[in-house]
């Protein structure tokens, strides 16, 4: 069933978690890296919350060997919470609360072997089925009042089709990113007539990058069934998202609100620091710690 606005609503997300997390090893080596903690919860909450806080009514965790964990966090915890209700530790409680999924509401694929994004979102096909859906992946968090996805959720109500969101990187970043080839530009809502993955500095089409942020329409399994492999000889997304374009609607979004790539050491320490500045319990002890620390 099409749509020929594409804008059906967006009630599934996928979040890619087979990774392993080399970069932060020996931190992740039996831990899953989407636990490492940003102030107060780890990565893979934050990004629950904002697909949540979008409106997302199932969550499609495509996930790999040792990620046990993550269904774990997710999960109902009885014994803890009479423990801290008997405690009298009601702000606990809540927070708790925060991170039990609604009952039938997590859904697990698993990606047998690391083949790349596109295989990844592959992996969720059939809990996808025919309808349009987000992805989120958990090492790009965006600190804002309204979450980058609900962000990205008007813009979708508005342009319909396929939307990703997009920052500027230094062109000597480029090879890092899937980048856009642009046709149109408000400052806000930006065209796409290409997508090229990685590609060198002196290649780029531009130097505006995705962020692991993007709604889909279920056309992209089109193309990622044919397994095409791409840059760094996996099977990129990027490169079966290129293929829509022309088909249907395509546009990226500048997102208002402050990008950390935590899947780098200094995103991930940057990350910490500004969510705990933006804590309003200990927002204030952070300032005064930063002033006194010793370089
Ligand atoms: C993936 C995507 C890339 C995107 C990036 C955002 O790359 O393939 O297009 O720009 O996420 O974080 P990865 O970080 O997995 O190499």
């Known amino acids: 069933m099409t749509d ?42 934050h990004v629950y919350e904002e697909a949540r806080d979008a409106g997302i009514e199932e969550f499609i965790f495509v996930t790999g060997r040792q990620k046990e964990m993550l269904e774990e966090h997710f999960d109902h915890q009885p014994e803890l919470m009479e423990i801290l209700k008997a405690r009298g530790k009601h702000d606990m409680v809540a927070k708790v609360q925060d991170c039990q999924m609604p009952e039938g509401k997590l859904f697990l694929t698993r990606q047998a072997q ?18 349009p859906f987000a992805i989120l992946l958990p090492d790009d968090l965006v600190l804002h009042e309204k979450g980058c996805l609900s962000q990205m959720i008007e ?10 969101a997009v920052k500027d990187v230094p062109r000597e970043e480029t090879n890092k990113y899937g980048i856009l080839d642009i046709d149109g530009d408000d400052g806000k809502h930006v065209g796409i007539k290409g997508l090229v993955e990685k590609p060198k500095p002196e290649e780029a089409p531009s130097t505006l990058s995705i962020i692991g942020r993007y709604i889909l329409q279920p056309e992209v399994f089109d193309h990622l069934k044919a397994f095409e492999k791409g840059a760094g000889n996996e099977i990129q997304l990027t490169d079966s998202m290129a293929k829509l374009i022309g088909d249907q609607p395509f546009s990226g979004l500048r997102f208002d609100g402050q990008h950390f790539d935590c899947g780098s050491r200094l995103g991930f320490i940057s990350a910490n620091v500004s969510y705990g500045l933006a804590d309003k319990n200990i927002g204030n002890d952070v300032r005064e710690m930063l002033k006194t620390q010793k370089v």
Request: aromatic share 8%; glycine share 10%.
């Open 114 to 131: 690391p083949l790349g994004l596109g295989h990844a979102i592959w992996c969720a096909r059939r809990l996808i089925g025919d309808e």
């Open 155 to 164: 813009a979708y109500n508005e342009h319909g089709g396929n939307v990703v």
């Open 4 to 45: 020929k606005n594409f804008k059906r609503p967006i009630r599934k997300a996928i979040f890619p978690v087979a990774g392993l997390g080399t970069r932060f090893l020996p931190a992740t080596k039996a831990m899953p890296k989407e636990m490492l903690p940003i102030n107060d919860r780890p990565l893979i909450q």
